[in-house]
């Protein structure tokens, strides 16, 4: 069982940037690929980006591409969301979750954080 919690959303201008932050407790954060999705108002849950257990293989949406970093810090049972040029169309809550392989489908994770909400004005 691992249980995540998101942190640092917040209100920020059109291009400029936040860090989002999971914390993993449980066991064997390490072995698991981490991931963020998005969720906009009236939209379906949408993917951003996904880790490998080992950070060597990442993958990314297609509208986050060039602009936010995935990675983690597997000693302190963490992964980061970097986004920068940050877009009105960012506006969502972000959530994290974890599964055994970076995936870009939901189903592929079994664990799920409550999220945190990023809201960029214009």
């Known amino acids: 069982q691992v249980q995540l919690v998101e942190s640092g959303g917040g209100l920020v201008q059109a291009g400029g940037s936040l860090r989002l932050s999971c914390a993993a407790s449980?066991?064997?954060?390490?072995?698991?690929?981490m991931a963020w999705f998005r969720q906009a108002p009236g939209k379906e849950r949408e993917f951003v980006a996904a880790?490998?257990?080992?950070?060597?293989?990442?993958v990314y949406g297609d509208p986050v591409k060039g602009r936010f970093t995935i990675s983690r810090d597997n000693t302190r049972n963490t992964v980061f969301l970097q986004m920068n040029s940050l877009k009105p169309e960012d506006t969502a809550i972000y959530y994290c979750a974890a599964g055994l392989v970076p995936k870009v489908d939901e189903p592929a994770y079994d664990f799920w954080g409550r999220g945190t909400q990023v809201t960029i004005g214009s």
């Open positions: 449980g066991r064997n954060f390490g072995t698991y690929a």
């Open positions: 880790e490998s257990a080992s950070g060597a293989h990442t």
